[in-house]
């Protein structure tokens, strides 16, 4: 059972676009959501975290929006870089059972230059 | 502030055999999670170990196992090594429950390849 829907599986972006990924989730006891980015070879690297008590999280040009209601959450990258070409995943947990991760399956992002 | 590592990098084995993988988690961190990365099948969860007990572990053969040193770092061996099992075997690290502090720190992996 995937717990956890991401999509694009792909993506293409112009330098200095913006990137959307979507990532919805079925169990409604997850209580904390990360994205994280995955260049080829190396492991996954936490970008940003929210909470189902808040909305919207920024961090520079990333920027997390969340809606408990629909149970979905979205990354957007403002003003895309092509050394922001990595994969990006959305995972999610619940302390209840030690916080494991349950990823969405992924998103490749090209930036063209 | 040192990260996760990892060792070894890669590991080739040949089916049948048995593979070791090791982590040391960041200092200061307690708990101790294995996820396996294969081709298609995205980041799975594998084990979870906190305080040197195993707490949780996923949806995976007994043949996958592991533990967990008094210095918090851990191992996880794979017995009767299977093709399928080629994969990049990650490990991260956190504060542990007790502490409440969700946010998991990846080390870089091992790429095991079977054949």
């Known amino acids: 059972q995937q717990q956890v829907k991401q999509s694009p599986q792909s993506l293409i972006v112009q330098k200095g676009g913006i990137s959307i990924i979507n990532c919805a989730y079925e169990n409604t006891a997850f209580d904390y959501f990360p994205w994280y980015q995955q260049f080829p070879g190396k492991g996954p690297a936490l970008l940003i975290a929210?909470?189902?008590?808040?909305s919207e999280k920024k961090e520079g040009r990333f920027t997390i929006s969340f809606n408990k209601s629909a149970k979905q959450f979205s990354l957007h990258i403002m003003d895309s870089q092509p050394g922001d070409s990595a994969t990006y995943f959305c995972a999610a947990s619940k302390r209840a059972a030690g916080n494991k991760l349950t990823f969405g399956g992924g998103t490749r992002v090209l930036v063209k230059p | 502030e040192a990260g996760v590592t990892q060792s070894p990098t890669h590991l080739i084995k040949t089916r049948g055999q048995q593979a070791t993988l090791r982590c040391s988690p960041i200092s200061g961190h307690t708990s101790v999670y294995w996820y396996q990365q294969a081709l298609g099948l995205g980041l799975q969860f594998l084990l979870w170990y906190d305080e040197g007990e195993e707490r949780n572990r996923g949806n995976f053969p007994p043949r996958f196992s592991g533990r967990q040193f008094p210095n918090y770092s851990s191992e996880l061996n794979v017995n009767a090594l299977e093709l399928e099992d080629s994969a990049l075997y990650l490990c991260a690290s956190s504060w542990g429950v007790r502490e409440s502090q969700e946010t998991q720190y990846f080390g870089p992996g091992t790429r095991l390849l079977v054949l």
């Open positions: 929210i909470r189902p008590d808040v």
